[in-house]
């Protein structure tokens, strides 16, 4: 119950619990209905009741009388676990859920929505799922996409990496939205997989009849029986219900926090389209084919890797703190093509004596660092500042955190860095990569 | 119509949309419009899971079917709350005042805490699958000559999508009405003659034109729930005219009646709905009629112990086959064709008779025959059967459309309980004493109270003041006349009439303030502008809104000359039309008026002009 002090004190003076019926009295107007328990961030002193015309409302405690008018029950949710068929002329696909609710059940008495995430719930909020695979559900730890760590990253590296070698077909991971493409590029550095591994959410929630949740769903089942064996992402391509992309783990990036397009290939395009259940992948895109690549899992990082973004006005203090904070690593969000207030530069030359790798980004997103233009930028190269090409910000943070954890030593780290390991950077950049 | 012995029962629902500034939940316009629309944007609905229950395929794909939509977006006047791409904004609060004073004008309690809820609707008109919508007050009452009526509810809530056409398996709606703010008001449903109904109906109508709210064809939506003691509850929904409301009432009554009486002899006839679906395609094959001959396919069921009675009348010129039809319509056919009707429709008796014979049925028995594509007339004839087979249960609980006639057309079934959970995107609103005093101690002249006091205070004729109520300017005409001692019948009727004109012309109206009109008006009241120069002062004011007035009547020579130099003017001008004068005598009046006017329109007032011009002619007769 998240009842606060007061009111919490008043139900229970009048032996009251959350479910049961009773009846306020005020003076001059009396409410019947269920009592609900109460939004947690909301104020003290007023009860919340549901009306048998299924209206909320919140009642002030102050000079009313409750009485019990009947017990409630205690509220039954979701449906007995049933056995969900399988079909040995079907894939075998592995959905892994990191929180967030890819089904959750309304309770319309209370008006709670609880999630869910058991296969048997699963398939009975989306039974048309049984029509492409047999499923293998876990879910694998539930907290909010904003509270992602870069250890449960190594955690969901190896339970797919366990799939895999158990011989699934595919992996799907439910993810929250905000730092899904975070978790992308570390799988994408993490794994080297035969199959494909496909990261999908929702930005309307599963509880709502316009959720995308199912749509993003299914389409990514059907990614995971694809030939595509890449870690990628698959969420709608456009604010129609019509088709969705699959994009490059490492190049892709949320571009608005509401829509439901709001994944973008970023200095990339999309490695296929799915529409009417079917794969088209991009003919300017060679990706890896079902079974080409060994799996291989090297998941050790180093979190402790700073972030940081340049704006007019910033003090060489930002860089000074991570260093002395014992930062192993830092990323810089720089101005265009890759710059920083000049003050800036000697700080890069301690992180340098220091053997703290530096990347240079930028907070343009679109197109590719280059610091030969300007002397500015001459001066950051020449403090040991590696570029971070096109790469986009957060792609470079992981792709750090990982290149610590592979190595110790600062000059392989650099080298590293300046490697392709996962298609996170390209030698070139294409006239249709822009604003798409 | 004995309406006490047949123990009829009424209650009235009414949407009515305020005319708040903002929609409830975002900043857009609440304006409808006629623009092409900026983008369509196509999406899915799909049943939540506790609505689904079971694994059931087959009603998933059912319900699926026809939960495509298409949305026309507007770059102007709308955004993407109402597409379903970003949270709604909070709750707005003048459209909650303006529920306030409603509630207050009908004796409610107003809650103390606003919960805004989302209520399932998966038919499209929500972008969303749900409405938003929340209870602003409860137990309130009216008094009638009827007696008191109670007000269930009063809830704010969003008006719905515009639905423009279903093409293509997907149904389009426009945005632009999504989001508006809604009051719904609910009475109890105690109301036991049609005359109290429009009554009631009337005085609703009366209390929200006193608040702010919009004016205009289908801003006010009023439902009616009606059931007799043997019948069932319908909702009727779009009763747009009071006048019909007495009519409706009746039509629904006998409809109840005669579906009772069906019941009855179906009843006693042992009457049986059979499951086999016909295929009548060979019978046809050489078929004249053209309906026939075009579709994919011919079906019938059987209906035992109907015959006769699917032609019964149970409203005037609707039958119980129509009622029947408009469940098959409902699957997309155009129609159907049933025994009674036959022959009909280039369908000859032979062929009927062949029907007859293949269908092995009986003199009691009926038929009903669907032409379409396969699927659709399967599941055409399905309804048909579910409706036939209801018919045994008498009167069917059901959503009805009001028309024009007074008649009703089934829409769909009633809603079950109203499925309803928390918008959790939007904080609690506490509705303190604070807001509701102020406004409690403020509350708006009932429209004909404040008609009556105008008449009386400011010897207006009733017209006049009819169309300051009617058009909201009461408020400004009464403001004008606080500050300036002026004869309130011209300022009535710029108010009431010429702005209404001048708007017409294509001038922007809301450009004037009441510092304007109290310009206009005290230069009026001393003398210095005619009235006749009133309406033009107005649209010269519109065209330049930071000048003087004074000024802008002088540069549009609108200023009224000295009474010397008037008299000047006009004894020159009878002075050259001596000779007319000398033959007409006082029968120049009229020309030398007319004359006199065409130069001094706007510069002397007529009564003057005339006064001067009389005595102009006296002084040479």
């Known amino acids: 119950m998240t009842y606060k002090e007061n009111a919490e004190r008043y139900i229970e003076n009048y032996g009251l619990s959350i479910g049961d019926t009773i009846k306020v009295n005020k003076e001059d107007i009396s409410y019947t209905g269920i009592l609900l328990d109460r939004p947690e961030d909301a104020d003290d002193g007023y009860l919340v009741i549901k009306l048998s015309s299924g209206y909320n409302i919140g009642v002030a405690i102050d000079d009313t009388t409750a009485e019990l008018i009947e017990k409630g029950d205690k509220p039954k949710i979701g449906y007995d676990a049933e056995e969900i068929p399988t079909d040995p002329n079907k894939q075998n696909i592995s959905i892994v859920s990191t929180g967030g609710t890819v089904s959750s059940v309304i309770d319309y008495r209370t008006g709670a929505v609880h999630p869910k995430f058991t296969a048997s719930d699963l398939v009975k909020a989306n039974p048309e799922l049984l029509d492409y695979a047999n499923y293998n559900v876990k879910a694998l730890y539930n907290i909010l996409s904003e509270d992602m760590k870069p250890e449960y990253w190594v955690k969901a590296a190896e339970e797919i990496a366990d799939y895999i070698s158990d011989g699934t077909d595919g992996v799907v991971i439910a993810h929250g939205t905000d730092t899904m493409h975070y978790t992308s590029a570390a799988l994408s550095f993490m794994l080297k997989t035969p199959v494909p591994i496909v990261i999908t959410g929702a930005q309307r929630s599963s509880d709502r009849p316009s959720s995308d949740a199912n749509i993003n769903l299914i389409d990514s089942v059907i990614a995971a029986k694809s030939d595509i064996a890449e870690v990628c992402v698959c969420m709608h391509g456009s604010l129609n219900d019509k088709y969705n992309y699959l994009h490059k783990g490492t190049k892709v990036r949320k571009m608005h926090t509401s829509r439901r397009d709001t994944f973008r290939s970023i200095n990339a395009q ?139 030593d600062y000059e392989e780290v650099k080298e590293i860095m300046q490697t392709n390991i996962a298609g996170e950077f390209s030698e070139k950049s294409s006239i249709r990569d822009f604003l798409n | 119509m004995d309406y006490e012995k047949l123990g009829l029962k009424m209650g009235l629902e009414i949407h009515q949309q305020l005319n708040s500034q903002h929609k409830l939940f975002c900043p857009c316009k609440t304006e409808l419009v006629d623009d092409e629309f900026d983008e369509l944007v196509q999406r899915k609905l799909r049943p939540t899971q506790s609505e689904l229950g079971e694994i059931d395929r087959a009603a998933l794909q059912e319900s699926l079917r026809g939960l495509n939509f298409k949305y026309e977006n507007f770059e102007k006047h709308t955004c993407l709350v109402e597409n379903d791409d970003e949270p709604p904004h909070s709750l707005n609060e003048e459209a909650l005042d303006i529920c306030i004073t409603i509630a207050c004008l009908m004796n409610m309690h107003i809650v103390d805490e606003f919960h805004t809820m989302r209520k399932q609707v998966i038919d499209g008109s929500n972008t969303g699958g749900f409405q938003r919508t929340g209870m602003v007050a409860t137990d309130g009452y009216l008094e009638t000559p009827y007696g008191k009526v109670v007000i269930e509810s009063l809830g704010l809530e969003e008006d719905a999508a515009r639905r423009v056409e279903t093409k293509d398996g997907f149904t389009e709606f426009r945005l632009d009405r999504l989001g508006i703010s809604l009051a719904e008001i609910t009475t109890d449903p105690s109301m036991h003659h049609p005359d109290q109904v429009r009554e009631v109906a009337y005085m609703l109508g009366q209390i929200l034109r006193s608040t702010n709210v919009k004016r205009g064809l289908g801003t006010i939506r009023q439902d009616l729930n009606i059931s007799i003691a043997e019948g069932a509850r319908v909702e009727i929904k779009g009763v747009q005219d009071l006048d019909l409301m007495a009519e409706i009432v009746n039509r629904e009554v006998q409809r109840q009646l005669e579906l009772i009486d069906i019941k009855k002899q179906l009843q006693e006839r042992n009457a049986e709905v059979l499951e086999e679906i016909h295929d009548l395609d060979e019978l046809f094959e050489d078929t004249k009629s053209k309906i026939l001959k075009s579709a994919e396919t011919i079906k019938a069921v059987v209906l035992k112990g109907y015959d006769g009675l699917i032609g019964r009348e149970v409203q005037p010129g609707r039958r119980f086959g129509t009622e029947i039809a408009s469940y098959a319509k409902k699957r997309g056919v155009s129609g159907i064709f049933h025994s009674d009707e036959l022959p009909a429709y280039g369908i000859t008796q032979e062929e009927v008779d062949k029907v007859t014979e293949f269908l092995d049925i009986g003199e009691e028995d009926a038929f009903i025959i669907v032409a379409h594509d396969e699927d659709i007339a399967i599941s055409a004839l399905e309804e048909v ?237």
């Not at chain 1, 860089?319 to 101005?335: C, F, M, Q, R, S």
């Not at chain 2, 006749?532 to 004011?541: C, G, I, Q, Y």
């Open chain 2, 385 to 621: 059967k579910r409706r036939a087979n209801l018919g045994l249960e008498g009167v069917v609980e059901e959503t009805r459309k009001a028309l024009d006639d007074g008649n009703t057309e089934y829409m769909r079934p009633l809603p079950t309980a109203n499925r309803m959970y928390l918008e959790t995107d939007i904080p609690l609103f506490k509705i303190t004493q604070d807001r509701v005093e102020p406004i409690a101690n403020n509350l708006p002249e009932l429209p004909d109270v404040k008609q009556a006091r105008i008449i009386e205070e400011y010897k207006l004729s009733e017209d006049l003041a009819t169309q300051l109520v009617k058009r909201q300017e009461a408020d400004m005409f009464e403001a004008i006349l606080a500050d300036v001692d002026v004869d309130a019948t011209p300022v009535a009727s710029l108010l009431a009439y010429d702005l209404r004109e001048i708007k017409r012309e294509g001038h922007d109206i809301n450009v004037l303030t009441l510092d304007h009109f109290k310009g206009i008006f005290t230069l009026l009241s001393e003398g210095k502008i005619a009235k006749d120069s009133v309406r033009k002062l107005a649209v010269e004011t519109i065209k330049a809104p930071d000048m003087d007035i004074a000024e802008i009547a002088e540069k549009n020579n609108l200023v009224m000359m000295s009474d010397e130099d008037v008299s000047k003017i006009i004894s020159e001008i009878v002075a050259d039309n001596e000779t007319m004068v000398k033959e007409r005598q006082m029968g120049a009046m009229g020309p030398l008026m007319g004359m006199c006017m065409k130069q001094l329109k706007g510069k002397a007032d007529g009564g003057l002009v005339n006064k001067i011009v009389r005595e102009e002619i006296q002084k040479l007769i």
């Open chain 1, 270 to 408: 999309p490695i296929a389209k799915i529409e009417d259940k079917k794969v088209t992948v991009n003919p300017n895109y060679a990706y890896t084919k079902r079974g080409e690549n060994e799996l291989e899992l090297n998941a050790s990082i180093e979190d402790k890797v700073g972030f940081i973004k340049s704006f007019p006005g910033i003090s060489h203090e930002f860089i000074e703190y991570h260093i002395d904070k014992g930062y192993k690593g830092l990323v810089i969000e720089g101005t265009g093509l890759g710059h920083v207030p000049n003050d800036l530069i000697d700080s890069f030359r301690r992180a340098q004596d220091e053997k703290i790798p530096v990347i240079m980004t930028s907070q343009c997103l679109y197109g590719r660092v280059n610091m030969n233009v300007y002397s500015t930028g001459r001066n950051i190269l020449d403090a040991g500042v590696i570029s971070g090409r096109d790469m986009t910000p957060e792609t470079t943070y992981v792709k750090l955190c990982w290149a610590l954890g592979q190595s110790d």
